[in-house]
Structure formats: C-alpha cells, structure tokens
C-alpha cells in the first residue's frame, strides 16, 4: 500500500535503525539553519528560505521582522557547538512527527468516495509503469543473449543494452489538468470497449495518447526496429563466429517477439487491475497521532521534574508557561487533524483543490500555504522578538506546504499523474518543475 511520503514514492521520510519512518538528521539540521538564516535575512526584504519552490516567500505572512546578522552569528555560533536548546524543546521532534503524521495513503482517494470523482490518470499511471517493465524486460533479455558475445562486443555491449530505451516523458501539472475533462471521457470509453474486444484496441491507444503515452502498435513497433538495430550490429562484428553470431541473434528475437505478443495482455491486465482497485476503493483512514505527540506529557516531566507523575492530558494542557511549544506542538496536530476531519472531504474544499490545481504548481501553494499559516498560528503564540522561534515556524511552515501539498493530492485524488507530478515537483525542492513561462517571487 503506497504511501505518500514514503521512500518508496520518493517521500523525505526514510527508516530509521529500528524500522521506522523518520526524518533523517540532514534535514533537521538544515531546517534550523533555514531558520538561522531567516534571522540573518528577517522577513521584511525576504529570504531564500521563507521561500517555497522559490516561487512563494511566507515570512512576512507569519510575523514581519528586520533581519540580524550579529544575532544569527550568535545562533550560528551556538548550533555548531550544539547547545540550542530551543531547537530541543520539541520542534525538533515536532517537525519529524508531522512528516510522520501527513504520510497518508493514497490508495483511498476521498474525492472518489466523497464525490464520485475517479482521476483518470490513475489508470495512466499504472499503463505507463506496466509499459516501462515491458521496456525493462525487453532490456534483461538483450542484456543475457549479449552476454555469448560479451568479449567480441566489448565496448559495444553497454551501448546495444542502453539502445533498448523507450522514454516517456512526463507530463507537468498544467498538462495533465488541462487533459481531465476528456481523460474522464475516454477512460468511460474505455471501460465500454473492455466487453467488445474489437474496440479496446482503439480506445485504450485514444486514452492513452491524450496523457503523451504510446499505444502499443507503437511500443511494438519501437521494440522491433531496435532489435533489428541490434541484429545489425551483431552482423557487423567480423571476429564473432557465425553459429555464435545466428544464436544470438536468434535468441534476442525469440525472446523479445514473446515481449511483443504479451504487451496487449499485459496492458489490458494493468487497465482491469486498475479498474478493480478503483471500484473497491475504501473509506481512507485518518491520520493517527504520532508517538511524538502521544508522549509529550512524558517529555514534559524530563523537561519540569516537578510535575505529577504520571502526567494527565489536562493538567499537561495547563503546564506554566502557558502555552509553551509542548502544549503548542500538541495544538499544531489537534488543529492539522481536525483539518483532515472537517474541512477535506467536504465538496467545496475538494472542488476549491480541483480549481488550484488547474493553475498549476503556484496556483497549488496560494490554497495551500495560507490553510498552513492559519493552522500554526492557531496553535503557536509568535510575537514581535521572539525571531528565533519566528524563523524556526517558518522553515517549519515551508516544509508542511510542501509535504501537505503532496500529500492532500495523493489522498484526495489517489497515485494518479496529478499526485505523481505535484510530488516530483515539492518533494525535489526545486521550481524547476514549476510552470514555464510564469514568473518566480
């Protein structure tokens, strides 16, 4: 069952010693240096790392600060000698826990049983993944008939083997929105040609070549000139002796000819099985609440060893100061998952996400990152000199979006080419994905 910021979907979560899900050290170094630098910077003029896909700077948004170089210089100081102690007082193991918390799954797309909606490039996604084990097998088998003729190869052999390539591009976000409307038609059509075989040809190479895929008269196609490519070059090969020479020739077109008569049946078997799973798509399961936060009573006895023991929620809730950021960490996930309870599966914030995704990766932070903002400032108290802790929310704040806004799409609208390009785009922190043409800042 994929998750949506697992390492398998390319997530930032990786396992730890123990078999857990965490963030690595790396990058909850480098969020408290984003927050030093936002101190150095402030949030007035910008900084790089209020910025998200450096496309959306979020710092004045929170709290509006003159940056401090002799400050900065101070923390900086005090983080290589690791003696930040409010970087230890649970925002730390807070961030880690939220990207914890927000790797949902994205096999239960609520869209599909909130309002019926089915992204069609869910099935897409899955051909194209059939398509390329096709072009990956095609590979192996050259790759072992080769090897009979490894020596009198040589340097040709990695050439001939990196030949047997078939790439599809991917698709950005803009692309895919704009197909949606005719993907939900001809995936329909699609499913009516499954009982008359004589149609299913033509409606699944229509479907798929409105996502940029290759209908399978192509991919065979493909497959054979490359293999005649290759057979060519076996000829060419003066030193090889011919029974040699015709074996492997003969083997590579045996084999690769039994690639091409399976690929209509394979890919039929990926439309159906992705068919099968839509139709029994589940209730998806709300997030549940990390140890992290089920323990913060015990962290805050180690931190205050005068408090009772054992430590009750409502007397943690009432620790002085009131709040300090354990109660405040403990807010942040009430706020974060009554969000996933009352406001993503109504049809108005499902139908708000549809449209912000039509403008492409910007038009995606804009509805994400203000919901963000609001949560964390309904949980954190951030006030004027109090930089620090301003700029620690604020790298916080920049990581949310982009786990959240990958994760929302995945669990809302399911591993579709929609969730697959908004996670290539968040998950790289870069823009590069960002939509051509509009401007960044």
Do not use: C
């Not at 990926?270 to 089920?294: D, G, K, N, R, W």
């Amino acid at each position: 069952m994929p998750d949506s910021l697992a390492p398998e979907t390319g997530g930032p979560l990786e396992e730890d010693s123990d078999g857990n899900l965490t963030l690595p050290q790396a990058e909850l170094d480098n969020w408290v240096q984003d927050a030093i630098s936002i101190v150095r910077y402030g949030t007035i003029a910008g900084s790089p790392a209020a910025s998200i896909l450096g496309i959306f700077d979020i710092g004045a948004m929170v709290l509006e600060f003159e940056g401090s170089e002799d400050a900065a210089n101070v923390l900086e100081t005090k983080h290589a000698e690791g003696t930040l102690q409010a970087t230890d007082l649970g925002l730390g193991g807070a961030l880690s826990a939220m990207a914890e918390f927000l790797n949902v799954s994205i096999d239960s797309p609520v869209a599909k049983t909130t309002i019926g909606f089915v992204d069609p490039t869910i099935v897409v996604a899955k051909i194209k993944l059939t398509i390329e084990d096709v072009i990956k097998e095609v590979q192996e088998t050259v790759e072992t008939g080769l090897t009979m003729a490894k020596e009198a190869l040589g340097d040709k052999l990695q050439e001939i083997i990196a030949s047997v390539n078939f790439q599809i591009d991917d698709l950005t976000l803009p692309e895919v929105m704009e197909k949606l409307v005719d993907g939900v038609e001809k995936l329909a059509a699609l499913i009516a040609a499954m009982l008359r075989p004589s149609k299913f040809l033509d409606a699944l190479d229509e479907f798929l070549a409105l996502f940029g895929i290759p209908g399978i008269g192509e991919i065979k196609d493909t497959i054979a000139s490359t293999i005649e490519a290759i057979k060519d070059v076996i000829d060419s090969l003066d030193d090889l002796k011919k029974q040699t020479r015709d074996s492997v020739k003969s083997l590579i077109e045996t084999i690769a000819q039994g690639v091409k008569d399976s690929l209509k049946e394979k890919i039929k078997e990926a439309v159906m099985a992705a068919l099968e799973a839509i139709a029994s798509i589940s209730l998806p399961s709300l997030p549940a609440l990390p140890q992290f936060i089920t323990d913060l009573p015990i962290t805050a006895r180690e931190l205050f060893p005068d408090l009772p023991d054992p430590l009750t929620l409502p007397e943690f809730l009432s620790i002085d100061p009131r709040p300090n950021v354990l109660t405040e960490a403990y807010e942040l996930f009430q706020e974060v998952l009554k969000f996933f309870t009352n406001t993503v599966p109504s049809l108005d914030w499902i139908m708000g996400l549809l449209g912000a995704l039509a403008g492409g990766i910007i038009g995606l932070v804009e509805f994400i990152a203000q919901t963000v903002i609001d949560i964390f400032k309904a949980a954190f108290q951030i006030e004027e000199g109090f930089h620090f802790k301003a700029g620690l929310l604020i790298a916080f704040i920049t990581r949310v979006v982009d786990y959240l806004s990958s994760s929302l799409v995945g669990y809302v609208l399911g591993d579709g080419m929609i969730f697959q390009s908004t996670k290539k785009t968040f998950l790289s922190g870069s823009s590069e994905f960002v939509d051509a043409g509009m401007p960044a800042g």
